[in-house]
């Protein structure tokens, strides 16, 4: 069905190409005859760019271009039926004349078209899915333009939904340059109501496949190479690994661009040689497509293009009127590409001046990889074999033979002249172009006419005699197999290594449907985080239908739009607190990473009580591991006593500032506020002033139904309270006040003296829940591969409510808590930058970590010590978990439990969580097991440890209290498919009795886990 699929998008692709050029290629001259139907697609591809280009320029959609470009198509097609015998050649009976017909492909040629798509779309049909691969991040706005401009022109993209895929199309760079496979992309989806997601990997092989007709027609058209010849240098072609390294990373640019090159070159030459009226007209439009296509191949044109010129020169006696058509046809040319070209004359010198390496090409490229005899994948650092290189080296000896006897023998003045440039083109870059990915690219653009060369030689060494006949065999069967096994050992890497989007990725195609509320969809800081770069570009993608909030980044584009308005989703990272948000705690998506939750309906505005809650997410190699876990951390606006907070409300916005007066209407404000003692804040609505009491904690008060606009002013009586959030709400019920259960509220106060750090650490805990805490120093490290380095750590129980005083030692790597010592284990002590955090544990997982100092250690001394304050962190302990309620023995309850999956394979790992409670003081320490058990009492997994864990056991319980214990349950590798249930029990060690429980027997069924084959 997914090569059905990849079938049918690239065959509405081609027809779309084939019908818009159908017209034009039919005027091309006898020269052209035999290849004119070959020539209409990459005829059609250059007029739907040009229209395209100048249509979205000018205003108009993909939607509307769409029909106005087939309208012409068949208008042309109507004038040449007409008109019949003009153009200066006798009429044809097709089209109402006696001339032959256009000549249909050979077979042959069919054929190799039908690989080369094969072998195009092979990687996405082995990965199950046509999405893009490879890692060239062009792919993102590409896609970007071919969605966008099908409802939207350049002129009014600035109206679509804000977000880092509108941002990058809306630059004026990007603008300004013409990408036009995307419009013509944008234009065949129309056709089928497809997605560019699921279209890009056809349409790239598709491209392939017209850059060989186009090739194809060169090769017989102009240069009059015989059908041998030219099926040998289009199947070199096909085969070649470095342009299948071209499509697997996505350059539709650069696979557009070489379609109308080379089409661009079979006209040229007739077009200077005979100067037909025809000719000088596609070949101008060819040319200014190829502008509208993709500028810098205009260089590789320019050159070879040169070669065709100073060819028509030295055959033509009539150079005056050869040099006038070239005029004519450059004077054309630059007339339909004069936008693109004019819009952007910077990019040009840009080309050259570039000097960085890119996408890990940090060299340039060995002769072997240019002819594509030897693999080239920039992501995998392979040493080719001994084999490899040696066929990869006689592959390069047998295409070098190839190539000189075609231009030797060959009588084609035109071939040679393509040669000739061809050859000081690619010399030319190479002291020219500054960075090799820029020269490896270059080199591609002429590497099929260098190929079509390599084939005609070897189909005149095959005429030429039996002993030649027998080197032109051995020759051919080289380059075979170099080029073979170069291009199968690129297609297995580009088969298995990750593509640039993922599986999950393509889920993301289901969002749209999912989140059909109108409206923002805001990503927190840490979530839009994870998802930088291309992930980020795919949430764009889907959901562009919605203005995106937060600070979010593509590979390439930026969108910075604060969380101050009406949003209808959020998107947090797994973890994350959704009530920090206003939200419901129940998501309605949800990945390993990320969750989207719904807003409320009723809510108009919402906005943050952060200081700094917009933090950059730390998506480039630049960001460290501080940077990143300070993620979502920020100082909280609050109310003094002294220093009372205003807000400012009307009937659909909030703000810390006075706002614009709009149409007098009713709502209701809710407030987030966070206090660490008990007291009273007065709450000034208007003019009118209410006293709230607050206690210890995180509270969320809200207010009847208020007159809006209105002034909203916070004034405590005692210590400071902290804003979390605010929001505007529509209601009509009276004002309500609730606490928020099952959080730890902490604050943070530091000072240093020298190398100590004092922190006063401030905590309020109104859960039963036993913690612990961690001083955890790491190397601040750039990037996301290299490890840190681990300087020292410590663990220890989380104190109660109250304040604390932590004393640090960093020279001596000594710490107390309330003047007890804590141990402090000391690890690899460099010199480097590091960071102090508290890291915090509910059970095995860490749920916050909170920097609170970083410092240098220069020769073993403590340098440039900086400490780092939060007025509130605040950390949700409630877990997902299944209830239990059951009693084990008299003081041991299991309140509930939590798996990691239900549906495992063998030898994989089940993480199994036990929140205990502590219903008295055990008298034993006993011990708890797991195990996984099949129909007969098999079992599958065990595991045997103190109940709470090492760390808390049950010995140093109080009552009520709970703790959770985290389990890892290894299931063994011989286990077989079916189902198992899990089971818990408590016994004790010295006697191994198993203690009762109290909804009968000794163990406890939690539920069941499938294990598969």
Known sequence: MLLFHALTMSAAHLLLCFVAGLGLALFLPATLRNVQLLLAPAIGLALLAILGFYGTVAGLTLRQILPLALLLALALLGLRLKRGSSWGYAPNPMFGGGEAAPELPPIGLSLILLATWGLSVAPALAKGSLMPLGYGMDVEFYMGLAAYLKDYSYVNLIRAPSSPMQALISNPYIGQIAFGAAYVQGMADLLGGWEAWHTWVPMQANLRVMALLALYALLRGSLQMPASGALIGTALCGINSLLLWLTYNNFSASLAGLVVVLAALAITWPALHEGDHADLLIGAILIGGLACLYWPMLTAFGALGAGLGLAALWANPQRGAVIWRGVVLLGLGALVGWLPNLRSPHTFPGLFAASTAYMGIADFVAPQVLGGMLRFTHLEHVTPAVWEQNLADLGLIALSLGLGWGVWRSSSLPLRGLTAFALIYILGLRWMVGYPYGYFRGVSYVMPMLLGVVGAGLALLWQAGRPQRMLAGVLGLVILAAAGSASSLTLRSYSTIPPVYTAESNQLAALPSLLERPGAIFFSSAAAEVLCGVRQSAWAYWLREHPLQGDLRGSFGASVQARDGTMAYAVLLNGEDPTAHGLASAPIWQDHQVRIYSAPLTQRAWLAGLDRYLVPPAC??????????????????????????????????????????????????????????????????????????????????????????????????????????????????????????????????????????????????????ALRMAIEIYAEVSGYTTPPTHYAGGIMPLPRDGSQQIRLDLHQLSASLNATPISIQPFERTDGRYFAALWIYQGEEVLRQIPIARFEQQDGQIRNLETINYNAVIIPLAREATPVGATIGTSIGLSSYSLSSASLRPGANLHVGLLWKALGVPTSNPLVFVQLLGPNAEKVAQWDGHVGGDWYPSGAWQPNMQIWQDIPLRISAEARAGTYQLVVGVYDPSTGARWRVSSGGDMITLGMVEIGP
């Open 620 to 769: 480039n190699q630049a960001s460290t591991n501080l940077h990143r876990i300070n993620l979502g951390l920020g100082n909280y606006l609050s109310a003094r006593p002294a220093a009372a907070l205003d807000l400012y409300a009307n009937g659909d916005a909030l703000s810390f500032a006075p706002l614009p007066p709009t149409n007098p209407t009713t709502g209701s404000i809710r407030l987030a506020l966070i206090a660490f003692s008990s007291q009273s804040l007065d709450l000034e609505l208007g003019g009118t002033t209410r006293r709230i009491a607050l206690r210890p904690g995180l509270q969320i008060y809200q207010t009847e139904a208020l007159a809006l606009p209105l002034k909203i002013r916070l004034r405590p009586q005692q210590d400071a309270v902290m804003l979390r959030w605010v929001s505007l709400e529509e209601t009509t019920n009276p004002a309500i006040q609730h606490e928020v259960a099952d959080l730890l509220l902490l604050q943070t106060n530091l000072s240093s003296e020298g190398s100590v750090i004092n922190l006063d650490l401030h905590s309020v805990n109104h859960s039963p829940q």
